[in-house]
Each structure stands twice: as C-alpha cells, then as structure tokens.
C-alpha cells in the first residue's frame, strides 16, 4: 500500500535525522564503502532490527525496514541468510522456553504472570553457527531491548555480552577485510571484551528509518554527528554507592554523583566519557572569547572540520565550581551548540550562553541555592574528557541566587562524597573575569499562592467536580484498560478526560502516548458506541504472558472484521527514542520531532502526548531508559523543551512531561521508595523539569509511580505545589500515571497505594485513566473532610481551562 505524503515527508526527516543521533564509539579503517558489496550480515538485530523499546513508548508505524532489507534495498547482497535463518531458531525457542519459565515461576509464587512478565529481558541465547558468509565486509548488529515493567541485568546477554557474542565478533574482526560492529541498543553494553574491533557504530533505536540510516551510514551518504548522552563504561566500573532495585526504598546515597559528576570526580576513566563520539571526519575546537553581561555568561567557539568529509560537531561547555561548604562534583554540563553541516576545512563560530545562577547548588540548612565563593573554571571542548580550561569566573562573596523552602524531609543518611576528589586545576594566567558583587540577585519564592476557581466551575456540583477529576470516568465501567487503550473518541489512545459534562461546555482532552511518536492503533473501526481497534493494542511484551485462552480471544476478537466493514488507519511514525534522540545534542532537530507528533497528533484527533520523558538515568540498569534523555538534567530539560516547542506550535495539541519525579527504576514500579536528599533531588533530579517548564512552557505533567521520602509523588503536595507550581512557574494540568490508585502493587510491597482523594488534596488535578474506585475515594474524602470542595474546584478549573484553550486553539 501506498504511504500518504505525510508518512513520506515524516519518515525522509527521520532518515535525515537518524545520522544525527548515531555516533562512533571506534573508528578505523575500511569505511564507508565505497559501493554496495556483498556483506556478511550477523547478529540479533540483522533480521530483527529494533527501532524501540517495549511497553506504552512502541509505536504502531506502518512498516518498518530492517537491518537486512535495508542493506538488500540499498543494493547490498547478504551472504549470511542462513545464518539469519538459524540464529532466528535459536532466538524462538529461546523465547518460548522464556515465557513459559516466567509463567512457571508467576504460579509457583503465587504472582500475576503479566506483571512479572512485564518488559522483563530475555538475555541473548548462547548458540554456535557457522560465521561462513562470503565477501569482504562483514557488519554484526547487535542488539538489546527493554521496556517499562523490568529493570535490565549485569548478566551476559543483557548488559553483558554473551559468550558467543564476544566470540562471534572478534572471530569476525579477524575473519573480514573489513568489519563493523553496529549497537541497535536502548542502552548500555558493556564492551570491554570486544575493545580491539576497530568500527563500533551506537546505531541506537531511530524509529521506522533504524535499517535505512544504517546503509546511509555504511555508504558514506551520512555522516553520524552524536554524541554519548550517558557514560559508557565496563560493567564493574560503574559505582555501587547508591543502591539500586531495591523492592520497597531504594537509597540514592549517591546523591548528586551521577553518572559522570562520579566518574570525573573520583578520577575513574570510563570506557566512553559523556558527550564522546566519533564520526567520519575529525573536528578542532578553539575557544574565542568569554564575556559576563550582568548574570549572563557568553561564551563563543571556532569550530573547523579538519577531516576529509562533511560533517557536525557539538561543542560542549562544562564548568568546575569552588567546593566551599558544599562539596561539588569536578564539573557539570554548562551549555552545549552543535555546528551546521562543515565542508572540509571549512570553520563556524559557534556562541552559547548561560546563566550565574545555573551554576548554583542547593544548601539544605539554608534551604537556598548558593553560588559559593571562588573561581569557576569554564573548559571547552568536545566532549566532558576533552576540554580546554578557557576562563575563570571569580566571586569574592558567597552569593544565594534563590531562597526557596524545604520540600522533602530527611532521608536518614549522610550523601556520599569522594574522599580525595579530583581537583580542577586551571593553568597560569587564565582569563579571569570578576562576577561584580550585586550582581546576583536572590530571588524569593511566593509559596501559598491562592489559586483561581474559574466562574465556570461554580456552579458544578461535588459529584460533577469528582467525575471531571478521574479522567475518563464512566459510572457504568469498571476499570478502564491498562496502556494504550482507555480512549473511547481515538482508537488505540491512552486514556482521556470525563465527557459526561460536554453539555455544560467542557471538552473531552484525550490524550495518547509517546516518546518515541505517537502511540495509536494502526487500524480501527467505528459504529455507535465509539471506535475499536482492530489486532492488538498491547504491547507483545504484555500479550506474550497472557493466559493461551485469553491471547486467543483477543487475537480472534481484535482481528476479525466483517467484509464490507469501513476500516479507518491512524498510521504514525516511529523516531529515534530518546536516548538517541539526546544522542544528536540538537535542539533544532528535537523541535522537528515534536513537530512531526504535533503534526499526526492534529491528523488523529489527540490533544494531549503522554512524552516528554525526562527522567534521568540515573542507573544504566533502569528498563525505562531508552524512553529517557541523559543521566544530565541539562542536556534532558533543554532536549524536553525543545519537543515540547515542536509540539506546541500546532493548534489545540501540548504535551505532558513525565514522570515527575526520581522515576529512576522499574522494579516493583508502583510502590517503591526513592530516598533521595533535597539536594540531589533539586540539582539533578528535578533540574530537567524545571528547564523543561521555563524554556518550553508544557501544558501539562505527569507524575511518577514511585514515593520519594516516603510520599507518593502523585499525593506530594510540596512537589507539586511547592516546587512545580511555586517554584518552576508551572500554570498547566498535573495527572497521575496511569492506574496508580487501583491496586496493582505487588501484595508484598510495604508502601501502600495512593489513593484519588489524597491525590486531589495535593492538587494533583486528574487520577488517569479513572474508575469507579477513585470517583468513590474523591467523595469520600470530600465527605470526611480531607479534602474541601475549593480544592477540588481548583483542580477541575485547570483542567476545564485546558481543555477549553486546546478545543478553542
Ligand atoms: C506509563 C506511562 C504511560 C501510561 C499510559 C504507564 O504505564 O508509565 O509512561 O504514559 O502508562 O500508557
């Protein structure tokens, strides 16, 4: 069939696109090609090429091109189709014998086996076939998948290589003239086994294009120009200070020891630093000048392409503040640009800019952001290893940029700190511009803020406010679907606003998922009691672990359509996750891709879209962070706004970022504990969103799943008043992640579940996607007085605005 014009024009920017996210962790000799060959293709993701993740961020495209079709199509010859064929044996009966073990294991321990199976890893099979392909080249995809349910594992065919595939690709790098190793990851694998291949490709997961950008690649027609959005490193290097997959509380003892902040500050060289990547050309950076303008530093760069091919660079900014009272980590992301496309020998004079203030830390007896006094050393460079200290920025006096409040308790532990942090040094004579005394002004934060009850609302009675609070409340319904299908008006939609009082002027929202595009059934159907998808709308990782009756059921029920039946389509299209999408360190593209949503989003019929995601990865072991952008908040808030821009531009359409907050792990997701210090909570965890908010203005938020300190984000009234509303400036409609309220905690967790009256009472405006159970919690509540009739007035208010700006945009 024939794709739509907007299919072709959406899917030739994600091509483009895709180069931009892709990087070299090690490149020598052999490539690009100069013609298509014949290719000896190998690995798990030759023939099943992933361009995303699992769980509510897949997405339904028309059709996707793999690995070897697009290297067939591109006019390669593959050599290897029986070792395809004999490798995708071996992977069926891997999985199968999976799935029944998860299912074995689920019923023994009296456990649902949806929920174990949930986005749970099947670690690489260990298998041996002949590596017998014919020709010169030699191109091994490898390949990892992990999705929201499950967190990954340090074991070989996960994090981990497995036996036969270190053997397997450094048999390979032996056996061909010319070979690549290519990474069609989410995240992180440990490469310290394979480090002598000479061509490591970060592919990642590009959404429809993944197989396409490859032979763009591999021909020389594109260029990669990303960068790491997270550290790379071996396995046993990564820290172990703060725990991780905890069951119930999970201590951040880390504290703001993230990812690089720890590596760089205990001297430790990872494998791949942040901000690494290799690409078919070679760049210089020279920095230029430095100038402070009241609290805004300007920074500028010459960048010159001094290879032999066009390509892009991403100058990077990073900054070493004083250690005084407050121990700081040895530097920390400042600012970021990326070049236009540099002919070879050709330069671009790249500026970026920030401000004093984002340089301050959170000084907890004081409840206060704090420039400390001392120098600041500004390197430049292109990545967090290789840098050129390039001014100092003095302060004399210790200065408070904001006073804030104290949010989030105590933790019962100290933060760790390096014991002999690294020292940033700055050579003779630098630079030094003086930061004038009075030039930072401390802000004060208007906490306690009367909010507004639109005149609309008055006359609402308690029930009308209580069904506009649980989404898409319907009295006659049950619960309403897991993910991916609580919409009555769109087919394949998450979830939606209460359409029972469209009579008295308030619009349905309704709302579907992300990041990595817009997640909608493929085909649906429609009479008079709304639409129906047609074929799944689960998620595999879901269906595969349902009962054998029960995925018969829905696949005859799902799948059978009348002849003669009107069949409507919503084809949308799959992009770089976000990982990768970070990975291109472009705001420019960042904003096309929100485009492209806000775009099919207007197509379908969809107001809300459940992404951003802009949690940071925290632990490379986390399922969930291929939908996220970085283990920097900077790099995240900047990449979330940028999105949420593209989005925003189309009339009626904004976005919900998510999951608000210290959302860092998958393991038992809906009652776990983040113990984290309002320090670390405030310059790393909270930071993304709070850029997110003031560069990209969201209409709407998502809270997370888990507690922090022991609250449930979700009834976290300082979270959500104090600091997103207060603090951040945040004017839009917060929501619940989905089903929080109705029990799907696992029966041995000790947190128990929020509840929709608790919620509400926080100001947390909707509980998603609604039921009965929750409409009855809000009555109760009103009733027993926990929660008043003015703040629920107040939550349905904003969602009555919302929904009236979206349907009158
Ligand atoms: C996920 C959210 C998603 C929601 C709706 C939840 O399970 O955590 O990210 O937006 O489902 O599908």
Same mark, same amino acid.
């Given at each position: ?31 690009? *090609? ?35 079709? $697009? ?68 191109? %091994? ?41 290519? @990474? ?33 690649? @591999? ?18 290097? %990564? ?26 500050? !205990? ?23 430095? /100038? ?6 300007? !920074? ?38 990326? /070049? ?21 830390? %959170? ?29 100092? *920025? ?84 049950? !619960? ?5 299908? $609580? ?125 951003? $995601? ?24 900047? *990449? ?29 997701? %809906? ?139």
């Amino acid at each position: 069939m024939e794709m739509n014009t907007y299919e072709k024009e959406h899917s030739a920017l994600m091509r483009r696109a895709g180069a931009e996210c892709a990087l070299f962790l090690k490149r020598g000799s052999g490539f690009p *090609l100069d013609a298509p060959c014949e290719v000896a293709l190998y690995g798990s993701g030759a023939r099943n090429t992933l361009k995303g993740g699992t769980g509510s961020g897949d997405v339904n495209s028309r059709c996707f091109v793999t690995v070897e079709q $697009a290297l067939q199509g591109a006019g390669f010859t593959v050599t290897t189709k029986d070792w395809l064929t004999a490798y995708e044996e071996e992977r069926g009966a891997a999985r199968r014998k999976f799935i029944k073990q998860i299912k074995t294991e689920a019923r023994k321990n009296h456990r649902n086996a949806i929920m174990e199976g949930m986005g749970a890893v099947m670690p690489e099979p260990e298998y041996d076939i002949p590596l017998n392909g014919s020709g010169h080249t030699a191109i %091994y995809v490898l390949s990892r998948i992990s999705g929201e349910g499950s967190d990954r594992s340090p074991v070989p065919g996960d994090i981990l290589l497995s036996r036969t595939e270190v053997r397997d690709i450094l048999a390979l790098q032996n056996q061909y003239q010319k070979f690549m190793l290519v @990474l069609n990851v989410g995240g992180v694998v440990d490469l310290s086994p394979v480090l002598n291949v000479e061509n490591i490709l970060l592919l990642s997961q590009l959404g429809v294009e993944t197989g396409n950008v490859l032979a763009d690649i @591999l021909l020389g027609k594109a260029n990669p120009s990303g960068k790491l959005s997270a550290t790379w490193s071996a396995w046993r290097d %990564y820290p172990t200070i703060g725990a991780f997959g905890c069951f119930d509380d999970t201590p951040y003892t880390e504290g703001v020891y993230v990812g690089y902040r720890y590596f760089d500050s !205990v001297g430790k060289k990872p494998l791949f630093p942040f901000g690494f990547g290799l690409s078919y050309t070679e760049f210089t950076v020279r920095p230029g000048t430095v /100038t402070l303008d009241g609290e805004t530093v300007t !920074v500028t760069a010459a960048v010159t392409n001094t290879g032999s091919r066009a390509g892009r660079e991403v100058v990077q900014i990073y900054v070493s503040s004083p250690a005084g009272k407050l121990d700081k980590p040895y530097q920390a992301l400042a600012a970021f640009a990326k /070049t236009r496309t540099l002919e070879p020998g050709e330069t671009e004079e790249v500026t970026m800019n920030f401000k004093l203030r984002e340089l301050a830390s %959170y000084d907890e007896d004081m409840s206060a952001w704090v420039l400390e006094r001392g120098d600041y050393i500004l390197r430049v460079g292109s990545s967090s290893a290789d840098t050129v200290p390039t001014a100092i *920025l003095r302060l004399e006096n210790d200065a408070v940029t904001v006073q804030a409040r104290s949010c989030f308790g105590k933790t019962g532990f100290t933060d760790w700190k390096p014991e002999c942090p690294a020292v940033a040094e700055a050579p003779d004579g630098l630079y030094v511009l003086q930061i004038p005394a009075g030039d930072i002004v401390t802000q004060t934060v208007a906490y306690d803020v009367t909010r507004p009850i639109d005149p609309a609302i008055d006359d609402l009675t308690d029930n009308e406010l209580a069904y506009m609070s649980v989404g898409a409340f319907d009295p006659k319904a049950g !619960v309403l679907s897991v993910i991916g299908n $609580a919409s009555q008006s769109v087919a394949g939609a998450a979830g939606e606003t209460c359409g029972m009082l469209k009579d008295k002027g308030i619009p349905v929202i309704v709302m579907a998922d992300g990041p990595a595009g817009l997640r909608l059934s493929r085909d649906y159907t429609v009479d008079a009691k709304g639409v129906h998808p047609i074929g799944q709308t689960m998620p595999d990782g879901i269906i595969d672990f349902m009962p054998a009756p029960v995925r018969w059921f829905m696949n005859r029920s799902g799948s059978r359509v009348k002849p003669g039946t009107d069949v409507r389509r919503q084809y949308c299209t799959a992009m770089p996750i976000g990982t990768a999408l970070a990975q291109s360190w472009d705001l420019e593209l960042a904003e096309q891709c929100g485009d492209i949503v806000g775009d099919e989003m207007e197509r379908f019929g969809v107001r809300l879209w459940l992404a951003p $995601a802009l949690n940071i990865q925290r632990d490379i072991r986390c399922g969930r962070n291929f939908e996220y952008y970085s283990e920097d908040p900077l790099l995240s808030g900047k *990449l979330a706004a940028a999105v949420t821009r593209g989005v925003q531009k189309h009339p009626g359409r904004a976005v919900t970022i998510k999951h608000f907050a210290a959302n860092n792990q998958e393991t038992n997701r %809906y009652s776990n504990n983040s113990q984290v210090s309002e320090r670390a909570l405030r310059e790393i965890y909270l930071r993304g969103f709070g850029v997110c908010v003031t560069e990209g203005q969201p209409k709407a938020l998502m809270t997370s799943y888990n507690l922090i300190n022991g609250v449930h984000t979700s009834e976290h009234r300082e979270l959500i008043e104090d600091i997103l509303r207060c603090e951040f400036g945040f004017d839009g409609v917060v929501m619940t992640d989905w089903i929080v309220s109705i029990g799907m905690q696992s029966k041995e967790a000790v947190h128990p579940a929020p509840n929709a009256g608790r919620i509400a009472a926080a100001g947390n405006d909707l509980t998603m996607p609604g039921c009965n159970d929750d409409y009855r919690a809000i009555m109760k509540a009103l009733a027993d007085g926990t929660l008043t009739r003015e703040q629920l007035a107040i939550n349905v208010s904003r969602i009555y605005r919302l929904a009236k700006a979206l349907a009158e945009d």
